[in-house]
């Protein structure tokens, strides 16, 4: 599955509330500031089913589990192939950061469909040529939470703890395929996550803008 890596793009991953937003922000800026051609995403993207998942995510659709698995599985293939995806904008030299991609398919959706389903899903997807997993306590990421508005669908603490044991196994599963991964303690501070995040981005052929 996803053997092949595509060069120039980077995922970050996490449970939620582990920080992935604001590190995709906080290098993106850095990219902006050393003029560096780049593009910020994520999934569930703007588009149409990403518009639908959010929906579900927030208790205003139902849908079944394995449902969901293929609206995220469709959602992915327009962000990846679509006009100005990732692939088109990383062929064209941009760095393309995404909060969130298969992996989190893997951890979220398998816990109820269970990983090969999901795996058969996603088995078209390039590979990043980085992953930053960061490792975010269970309880650190629901005080975050906390701090929300409301909740979404898969937020609870028990779930989000066998959330964290998908991620490690689909990091697992990749292992051998030349995918670089970055894990991190989610626990520090913004600041220091965004400098080790940024020392191997610094290693990544970056073209100027």
């Known amino acids: 599955m996803g053997s092949s890596i595509l060069h120039g793009f980077i995922v970050l991953e996490g449970l939620d509330g582990a920080g992935t937003t604001t590190q995709v922000r906080l290098l993106c800026d850095r990219l902006e500031r050393e003029e560096r051609a780049h593009h910020g995403s994520y999934e569930p993207t703007d588009g149409p089913v990403g518009r639908l998942i959010r929906q579900v995510l927030a208790r205003k659709v139902d849908a079944l589990p394995f449902t969901v698995a293929m609206l995220f599985a469709a959602d992915r293939h327009e962000h990846v192939n679509g006009p100005d995806g990732i692939v088109e904008r990383a062929a064209r030299g941009e760095l393309v950061i995404s909060d969130r991609y298969l992996f989190s398919s893997l951890a979220y959706q398998s816990i109820e469909c269970g990983i090969r389903r999901v795996l058969e899903l996603n088995e078209d997807f390039p590979l990043p040529e980085l992953l930053v997993f960061l490792d975010t306590p ?63 981005t610094a290693r990544l052929p970056i073209h100027k803008v």
Do not use: C, K, N
């Open 138 to 200: 269970v309880a650190v990421s629901q005080a975050r939470l906390d701090r929300r508005v409301s909740r979404e669908l898969y937020d609870e603490s028990g779930f989000q703890a066998r959330v964290r044991e998908g991620y490690l196994q689909a990091i697992e599963h990749f292992e051998g395929t030349g995918m670089r991964v970055l894990m991190l303690d989610g626990d520090r501070t913004p600041e220091q996550i965004h400098e080790t995040i940024w020392t191997e």
